[in-house]
């Protein structure tokens, strides 16, 4: 039997990357594989840590900045001791077989325009070593793939484009009248138009541009803010606190809106799309290359004219008695989790049966 490995910052349900690991635990118990975990951190309450063998790497103890590059170094002796053939490395670690990459550090400091520190050196470095080492790549986009080829030089044949999976049994469309209950357990009235911002990072997300076109513009639009509060609200900008049922959120919503400057992939695009609600992204949000034209309306970066043409689209549309809610056809790949580790495990057996 192939010993399989999972690395990843913490094990517990987060965002990103975390939580994908966490998709893939699940997805390799269904198919009778309990991989050895190892992480900085396990939330032990959780039922799916029964479906793992958890390995603790500390690293609380080290400045921040040093943290990655040491759980790298102790991951190697760690796999070691634990009998590992494969490693899927889901954060930055330089002895994995398969890297996945969900964002890299070149492509966001490029995208938000800003000069590399040298802690943001440390990061590259580790990153490239990363991807130099590994068997596989996993780009969860195509603006992934082309990144590692053109910022890490990595060769195309090595890059597998596998888009993230998303559990279609939790985001799912309701019906007129249960929408109707949560817009009013929301506090939507309804004449408003209401664009779901779901953001822990405001400035990254875009919320200055959204606050930006919002200005002075006389549409109906209410922007509800999920997640981390933002500094002010006012009329347009209302905060609903942190949704722990984010499926809700998506179905009392006419729109989801993102404006971010760096997006790796964009994972609430498709579980807005997944509940009904169709989205207003700028047009570098990953995920738009992989929704079909009914399902977004899409503006340049950073254009806030261009958003608020978008916007008054969206009004225009939300408005009409015709207009049909999306469905899962308007996502063009199988995001099912069942499909995406059955992927993974076809990487894991040719990096078995081809050693270097």
């Known amino acids: 039997m192939t010993r399989i ?15 994908y690991a966490m998709d893939l635990v699940c997805g390799l118990h269904d198919n009778g594989i309990t991989p050895a975990v190892f992480a900085r951190r396990f939330d032990r ?5 029964e479906l793992v063998e958890p390995h603790r790497i500390a690293v609380n103890w080290l400045p921040g900045k040093l943290r990655d590059a040491w759980f790298s170094w102790r991951l190697r002796r760690a796999r070691a001791a634990a009998r590992i053939d494969v490693l899927i490395g889901c954060n930055r670690v330089d002895s994995s077989e398969i890297a996945i ?77 249960a929408r109707a209950q949560l817009r009013q357990q929301f506090g939507f009235a309804d004449h408003e138009v ?3 911002f779901p953001s822990s990072s405001h400035e990254r997300k875009g919320l200055p541009l ?43 919503a006419d729109y989801t809106i993102l404006a971010s400057n760096y997006e790796p992939f964009g994972l609430v695009g498709i579980e807005s799309v997944l509940c009904g609600t169709p989205v207003i992204f700028s047009s570098n949000i990953a995920c738009c290359e992989v929704l079909t034209d009914e399902a977004r309306i899409t503006f340049a970066p950073g254009d806030v004219d261009g958003l608020r043409a978008a916007l008054a689209q969206a009004v225009k549309a939300a408005t009409d008695p015709a207009r049909t809610a999306p469905d899962a056809g308007a996502i063009r790949y199988d995001m099912s989790i069942g499909a995406h580790v059955n992927a993974l495990l ?11």
Request: overall charge positive.
């Open 210 to 252: 959204i606050e930006a076109a919002l200005k002075d513009n006389p549409l109906p639009v209410v922007v509800a803010v999920a997640g981390r509060p933002p500094e002010r609200t006012s009329q347009q900008i209302r905060y609903i606190g942190y949704a722990k049922q984010i499926e809700d959120c998506y179905r009392a």
């Open 346 to 356: 076809k990487l894991v057996e040719q990096v078995r049966s081809q050693p270097r």
């Open 45 to 49: 309450s959780l039922p799916e840590i």
């Open 101 to 177: 990459c969900g964002g890299t550090h070149r492509g966001f400091l490029r995208a938000g325009r800003r000069d590399t520190r040298p802690s943001d050196h440390r990061q590259i470095v580790l990153e490239q070593r990363q991807y130099d080492r590994a068997r596989f790549i996993v780009a969860h986009s195509g603006l992934m793939r082309d990144e590692l080829i053109e910022l890490y030089g990595v060769p195309p044949g090595k890059i597998q484009l596998l888009y993230p999976p998303v559990d279609a049994r939790r985001f799912t469309p309701v019906s007129r009248d």
């Open 5 to 19: 490995g999972l690395s990843c910052n913490a094990f517990r349900h987060s965002g990103g990357l975390e939580r």
């Open 194 to 196: 209401v664009l779901l």
